[in-house]
């Protein structure tokens, strides 16, 4: 694996990277903020304790699958400016496709962060992991939220009654794509390939 195949991934005002265990008292302060609470309240811990426990399982995960199509693919988002860790960004496997997921700390939002995290692991992911498509999944009324996956290149693909975090109501389920021309190379490369 090369440099270029996992992280850091640099943003212009963010960076991804991986968790690390000393990033649980950050971790476990940002999930009482009231957005977590509202949006993700499965990502509420009770304790340092309990956010610790997360994180030693998403960092396993990294390299055991190390896959966001058979688990949770997670990194933190830090600013460059400073290197403070602000939130987070990852994958997950959902019914056989991969979900787009994010967090930012309350006194963050509102700066475009979420949006510029949420691009860079999308395009890194859809190379790195040969995926054709995320998803983006929330709540109809999140509108914040909405607006980070449009911002981010994401197309509102459905709209529907359903589940959410525990909530039910009206969710909107975002696609983004791999890049059409990449796709239209490697037609080209087919086509040439069998003397077409």
């Known amino acids: 694996m090369n440099a270029s195949d996992s992280p850091p991934i640099i943003a212009r005002t963010v960076t991804l990277r991986y968790f690390v265990p000393e990033d649980a008292p950050k971790v476990f302060v940002m999930s009482q ?5 509202t949006w993700l ?5 009770e304790s340092e304790a309990g956010a610790l426990e997360v994180l030693l399982y998403l960092i396993e995960k990294y390299r055991d699958p190390g896959a966001p199509s058979l688990a949770p693919y ?5 600013l460059n400016s400073s290197s403070e860790l602000i939130g987070h ?5 959902f019914h056989g496709q991969v979900e787009a997921g994010y967090a930012i700390e309350d006194k963050h939002q509102g700066k475009g962060l979420a949006s510029q995290a949420v691009r860079a692991m999308s395009e890194w992911a859809l190379a790195r992991f040969a995926l054709p498509r995320l998803l983006g999944i929330v709540a109809a009324d999140n509108a914040a939220s909405c607006r980070v ?7 509102l693909a ?16 975002y696609e983004k794509a791999r890049q059409i021309a990449n796709i239209r190379e490697d037609c080209a490369f087919r086509e040439d390939s069998n003397g077409l």
């Open 149 to 155: 996956l449009q911002h981010a290149g994401f197309e």
């Open 41 to 45: 309240p499965d990502q509420v811990y």
């Open 158 to 173: 459905e709209e529907s009654m359903g589940r959410l975090h525990g909530r039910s109501g009206l969710v909107r389920r």
């Open 89 to 93: 960004v990852g994958l997950s496997p």
């Open 74 to 78: 997670v990194l933190g988002v830090c």
């Open 33 to 37: 903020e009231s957005g977590l609470r």
